[in-house]
């Protein structure tokens, strides 16, 4: 039996704003470690997160750039998870109704052929902390200076079907991010990260799972 891969992306854009999506604390990259992580980011009782409107705006951005739905109204979630990195146990993140719905991208391959990919959606989330392995031999520090950092989540339809694909649909998401100017799309400073689903199916079926018989 012949097997295709059924691969879908997730984009966490890292939008470039001053300071983190729901306090006033800088983004700035590089800082000693815990200097910029408030309260608010640390979840500590009594706190009152205020969403950030330059986040919105950008959101917004890229929603028309992709031609997508725009909910008017929009909804945060906590999501509950227990990191070291997390200190407050839940994340505030966007499912059911994110401000950008449904929307699609051209993407252009290197023989020049045109595929459109369907994005599910693009939502709002704060980021969490970092776990750092390299510097107390035998242990492991928690920077939460990232705690709060605002993020475009962007989830692709599985539509790509090779590794190829996948990586030329990254590169323009990553181009389209920067001439937006909503993003630096600086890879090194963890500005832009993916994560891949990828799964098999026999050659022809069209399911993305095994229909019962």
Known sequence: ?????????EIHVQLATDSKIFSGASTTFGAEPNAQACPVDLGLPGVLPVLNEKAVIMALKFGLAIEAEINLDSIFDRKNYFYPDLPKGYQISQ???????????TLTLDDGTERQIGITRAHL??????????????????????????????????DFRTAQEASAYFRQIHNLVRYLKICDGNLAEGSMRCDANVSVRPVGQAALVNEPK
């Open 1 to 9: 039996m012949n097997w295709e891969p059924v691969i879908g992306l």
């Open 95 to 105: 499912f059911e109704t994110p401000i950008v719905g449904h929307g699609k991208i």
């Open 125 to 158: 989330e704060e980021d969490a902390g970092k776990s750092v392995h390299d510097l107390f031999p035998g242990q492991t520090g928690i920077d939460l200076n990232r705690t709060g950092t605002p993020l475009l989540e962007v989830v692709s339809e599985p």
